[in-house]
Structures are given as structure tokens and as C-alpha cells.
């Protein structure tokens, strides 16, 4: 545990001196929040029966996920296997999977910074509160959080190249954070736009925080979360089964 936590502080602090997780990860979803509760805040959001700041709030909430699932935890990996530091730890007193795991970590925190963040500013500034059951939110983050973050490992297992990886983490990234209703009110959307994105599994995940924290009954609850448990089952068993330290 102890080599664990200090390569965890090496990595946490590498972290935090890389603006992309910063910006994209923290202070985008804030800056979004500020706009939309200026703009349209107490506006109803469509015929949904709730407004765009409540509906933004959940929605914001994932965009932590977003960065550090589909672009922290795969180009970290990939980029650690290019430059062999995975397969040089093997000499080291800490093992590949400390630094797998201090990636995951890292990125975690990250997303933990990012949903404090969006919270604070909600509560301090615009007056929000949560309607819902604060437990049952959590639980819906952290649902959607290891789901997605299967989908990253998945991705930095199939990757063999940071070029390759770069390709396909903003293939799957730029959809996932405009069209899952994580930055744009999925509300806005046409009908045939709302099918296309109810693919997107982030869009599943957006949509069981949104009725968690407005206490509000979702469409297909049970299916949803079915449908994300399975994504982490599959993914993670494509990770296991195609990872390579080289």
C-alpha cells in the first residue's frame, strides 16, 4: 500500500499540472453551468415539467466522467505502453498494476473535483437543491462512472499506439460529451437527434442522475441499469482479455 499511495502522489500531482484534465474536466462543466443558469436557468426545459438548471446540473455532472473515461484513463495507458514504462515497472518495486491502478485513481479524483465543483457552484450561486435522495444520486454516479470508465480501459486495451488512440478516444469522446446531453440540454434536441443519442450509453447514465436527483421516476429504470451493468461486464472482460503491457 505504501508504494501504492507513493506513486499515487507522483501521479496525482503529473496530474494536476496537465491542463486538459483541468479544463475539460473542472472548469468547462462550471463555465457551461454559469451559462446556462444565466441564460435559461429557470426556464422550464420542453415540456419535461422541470427546469434547464436542474436538468443541466446532472447532465454537467457527467462531463468529469466524460474527460477522464474516454480521454484520461485510454491516452494515459497507451501512451505508458508506447514509451514501455509498463513493461520497465516490471524491474521496479512497483508493479504495472500500481500504475494502472494510480491512473484509474487519478482520473477518479478528478471526476470527484469536477461533480464537487458543479455542485458548489449550483448551490452558491443559483440556489439549487436537490429534490431527489442525495444517496440515490451518488449511487447513480458511481453506476455510470465505473461503466464508462470500463468503456476507457476497454479502449486503451485495444489500442496499441498513442496516434491510434488519439483517433479513436476523440471519435468516441466528441459524440458522447455533445450529443449525450452532457454539455448541450439533450431537451433541445430534435426527436430524430434524442433517438440517435439514446445510443450513446452516457446518454443511459445522464438519464438515471437526472431522475435520482430530481426524484423523479425514469423511463426503463431497471432497464438502464441493466443495460450499464452489462456494458462494465463486457467491457472489462475485453480489457482483461486483450490488454498487453507492450
Given at each position: ?27 468547462m ?38 474527460a ?6 485510454p ?30 485513481l ?57 496516434k ?83
Amino acid at each position: 500500500m505504501r508504494k501504492f499511495m507513493k506513486l499515487y502522489s507522483i501521479e496525482q500531482k503529473l496530474a494536476f499540472r496537465s491542463l486538459d484534465g483541468i479544463v475539460f474536466g473542472i472548469i468547462m462543466p462550471v463555465g457551461i453551468l454559469f451559462l446556462i443558469a444565466i441564460i435559461a436557468g429557470g426556464k422550464a426545459a420542453g415540456d419535461s415539467g422541470y427546469t434547464f438548471l436542474q436538468s443541466a446540473y446532472a447532465s454537467l455532472i457527467a462531463v468529469g466522467i466524460c474527460a477522464g473515461a474516454f480521454m484520461g484513463v485510454p491516452l494515459t495507458i497507451t501512451d505508458y505502453r508506447d514509451k514501455k514504462i509498463l513493461k520497465h515497472f516490471f524491474v521496479t518495486p512497483c508493479n504495472p498494476m500500481h500504475l494502472l491502478g494510480t491512473s484509474m485513481l487519478c482520473n477518479v479524483v478528478n471526476a470527484v473535483l469536477s461533480a464537487v465543483a458543479v455542485t458548489v457552484v449550483a448551490m452558491v450561486f443559483f440556489d439549487y437543491r436537490m429534490a431527489g435522495n442525495p444517496w440515490y444520486f451518488m449511487g447513480t454516479w458511481v453506476l455510470t462512472l465505473v461503466s464508462m470508465f470500463s468503456i476507457g480501459f476497454m479502449l486503451a486495451s485495444l489500442c496499441r499506439t498513442v496516434k491510434t488512440a488519439n483517433a479513436v478516444t476523440s471519435a468516441v469522446y466528441f459524440p458522447m460529451l455533445f450529443l449525450s446531453g452532457a454539455t448541450i440540454p439533450f431537451e433541445l434536441f430534435p426527436e430524430g437527434l434524442q433517438k440517435v443519442a439514446s445510443v450513446l450509453p452516457l446518454t443511459q447514465g445522464i438519464r438515471l442522475m437526472k431522475a435520482a436527483s430530481m426524484g423523479v421516476e425514469a423511463e426503463k429504470v431497471g432497464g438502464i441499469v441493466i443495460l450499464l451493468f452489462v456494458i462494465t461486464i463486457v467491457c472489462s472482460f475485453i480489457s482483461v482479455k486483450t490488454f498487453r503491457w507492450e
